[in-house]
């Protein structure tokens, strides 16, 4: 298994640069490229601005900037050649091709990609390159985020999957979960399920009370969430990024998700959408902050029932309300939502397994890592207990996922044993945890 100590990054975005900062960190010798020397050398200057630099001073060294224009020559003795350039299926192959002409046997190539199928980049490509090519999609900011997703190619050689492995799970300290070749991988097909059914289902039930405050309050602490909640992290993602995803999802989910249902905006986001009212980006969306003549500062909310931009409310949630499993359960609106949400994410999710991954242990990694949430779906459920999960399913009449079934018939009570060292299978039968 060669080692990886020359990486060449395409794309100077933020994205891109990132990822060469990270490799650049780790000792590699980094060349990153992009249209012009001059933008890819922006990208890397971005890398030390700022309070929080992305890149110690001292690691500069190993960076240097170029232009694609002379790709050829760049990635000739390259180890890795990583491609972060525009989501569009013609130019990444038009890219593919030349680095295939170009690079050395044994070279691993990939693209960051989470939106174009791998095996539509590759469909008619040389043998060479699909037995060398994967997806290694990491999460932004890379020297921020620990997931990276990773999918082979059908074609791939045997020891891919290690060279990454010991690549970027070693040298660079990400938490490399194993995906499948279909939309948004993991994270994001769950994450970005669960967001946009959040918008609609925050819709449907305003007229209860439940505004973006309760609504962010219960999707935190209560959940093991990150403090954002759900109207406070598409503010920060934007809107015009979930935009692209769910036109993305529209129109490559599978015929029957459920995540069609969720896969366009409700009316009020729509006209912010394209009001240019975006989020963080744009100075606000559903959030913002003021600052008065005095130079103090508040935040406000914009009121979706009614249209207008307000002091933002505090929340104090019931005591029913701060854990999981008791707030599902809760005979109130805001108990309501969290089922409607949370429950509905927690069974698609159960239904994805083995489609997007061969198990649950990526899954539940994949979101802890790249969402943070504090314990994944499938450790989320055996906090509830499956059993009385599946029972109000049933009782609702709503169908009971792949993975819950199956461990109803396999007689088991816990997707993982007390001290998690083992996990239920596909197959049935406990497993031994992999060491994260």
Not at 37 to 48: K, P, V, W, Y
Not at 86 to 92: G, T
Not at 105 to 125: E, K, Q
Not at 359 to 385: C, H, K, S, T, Y
């Amino acid at each position: 298994m060669s080692a990886i100590n020359k990486v060449v990054v395409v794309g100077a975005g933020t994205m891109g640069a990132g990822i060469a900062g990270i490799c650049a960190a780790a000792g590699c010798e980094v060349a990153l490229l992009d249209l012009q020397t001059e933008t890819a050398q922006a990208g890397i200057d971005r890398l030390g601005a700022g309070k929080r630099p992305a890149l110690a001073e001292e690691h500069f060294a190993n960076l240097r900037a170029g232009s694609i224009d002379d790709l050829e020559q760049h990635i000739a003795d390259a180890d890795w050649v990583c491609e972060a350039i525009v989501e569009n299926l013609e130019i990444k192959r038009s890219f593919f091709s030349r680095v295939e002409a170009a690079r050395k046997d044994g070279s691993l190539v990939t693209t960051n990609t989470s939106g174009i199928p791998l095996r539509d980049i590759l469909d008619g490509m040389p043998a060479r390159l699909q037995a060398d090519m994967a997806v290694t999609h990491f999460f932004n900011p890379p020297h921020i985020m620990r997931l990276l997703e990773f999918v082979p190619s059908d074609a791939a050689n045997p020891d891919l999957s290690a060279r990454v492995a010991d690549f970027c799970g070693g040298r660079l300290g990400k938490g490399v979960v194993y995906a499948k070749d279909t939309v948004n991988f993991i994270g994001n097909r769950i994450g970005c399920y669960w967001m946009l059914a959040g918008l609609h289902i925050g819709k449907a039930m305003r007229d209860d009370g439940l505004d973006q405050e309760t609504v962010d309050a219960l999707m935190s602490k209560p959940m093991g969430f990150p403090p954002t909640g759900l109207y406070g992290l598409v503010d920060l993602i934007g809107l015009d990024v979930m935009a692209l995803v769910a036109k993305n999802l529209t129109a490559n989910l599978p015929a029957g998700d459920v995540g069609h249902e969720y896969a366009a905006f409700p009316a009020e986001e729509q006209a912010l959408f394209e009001a240019g009212q975006l989020g963080r980006k744009t100075g606000g969306g559903f959030y913002r902050m003021q600052k008065d003549a005095d130079g103090n500062r508040s935040m406000e909310t914009y009121d979706l029932g009614t249209g207008a931009w307000r002091a933002k409310r505090e929340v104090t949630l019931d005591e029913s309300l701060h854990d999981l499993s008791s707030a599902m359960f809760a005979n109130s609106p805001e108990g309501q939502f969290v089922w409607a949400q949370m429950g509905g994410t927690l069974a698609y999710a159960a239904d994805l397994v083995p489609d997007i991954a061969d198990d649950i242990v990526n899954v539940d990694r994949a979101m802890r890592w790249g969402f943070g949430w504090a314990q994944g779906p499938f450790e989320m459920l055996d906090r509830i207990g499956p059993a009385r999960f599946a029972e109000r399913l049933a009782a609702e009449g709503k169908p009971v996922p792949k993975m819950l079934a199956a461990l109803q018939a396999a007689g088991a009570t816990r997707f993982y044993n007390q001290d998690g060292t083992q996990f239920f299978g596909v197959d049935g039968t406990f497993h031994d945890t992999p060491t994260e």
